[in-house]
């Protein structure tokens, strides 16, 4: 009896341990997938008077085929959207728009106080930043079209602005992660000009 089971067991063990040193060397598929950040806001652009201001930021809304992981460009003369195959965000879109807006701003003004905010603080000098982001698509090797929404609000009034801007997309999708930057950067000085008139 203890002969048999041996002769059945063994062989499945060998099986097994076989199996398992040649699945060591085989090698794996190499991944082939780039994750992409937003790069830091660095700017040489500054805005006067908005030291003291307190700037409240909301959740910057984007379009809903930005709100992927995957990076999404236009095809070439055609409304169709691409996704990017292994070109990936390494966060969500939403998050990285509205702390880039943060950090111009931040740079812009050379304040600390601007913050991200779910609810706007009152005061003399807080005003509330909402931003909707209506396009921002574009062709590699060709040009990045951004469009927003923006609207600056106190407890006494509120403006609401268009804003419009095109860059050159790049070819690659490093450069077309740092043409969208460009466009937010351009985005963020507009509202510092326009932040200068509102709070005069």
């Not at 999404?72 to 409304?79: E, I, P, W």
Request: glycine share 4%.
């Amino acid at each position: 009896m203890k002969k048999n089971f041996f002769k059945l067991i063994l062989p499945a063990i060998a099986a097994a341990l076989l199996s398992s040193c040649i699945g060591l060397k085989i090698d794996r598929p190499k991944d082939n997938t780039n994750y992409h950040v937003l790069p830091p806001a660095q700017t040489s652009e500054k805005a006067e008077g908005l030291k003291e201001v307190c700037v409240n930021v909301f959740e910057v809304r984007i379009p809903s085929y930005m709100a992927r992981s995957q990076i999404v460009h236009a095809g070439k003369n055609s409304s169709v959207i691409f996704m990017a195959d292994s070109d990936l965000w390494a966060e969500p879109v939403q998050n990285a728009a509205t702390r880039s807006v943060v950090c111009f701003l931040s740079e812009m003004t050379n304040s600390n106080n601007i913050h991200s905010s779910l609810v706007s603080s009152s005061g003399k000098n807080s005003v509330a930043l909402k931003i909707n982001i209506l396009e921002c698509i574009g062709e590699l090797n060709g040009k990045l079209n951004f469009k927003a929404q923006y609207s600056i609000s106190n407890s006494e009034k509120n403006v609401s602005e268009f804003f419009a801007f095109s860059t050159d997309a790049g070819a690659a999708y490093s450069e077309y992660v740092c043409a969208i930057s460009k466009a937010l950067e351009s985005l963020s000085l507009d509202i510092c000009k326009k932040m200068s008139d509102f709070n005069k």
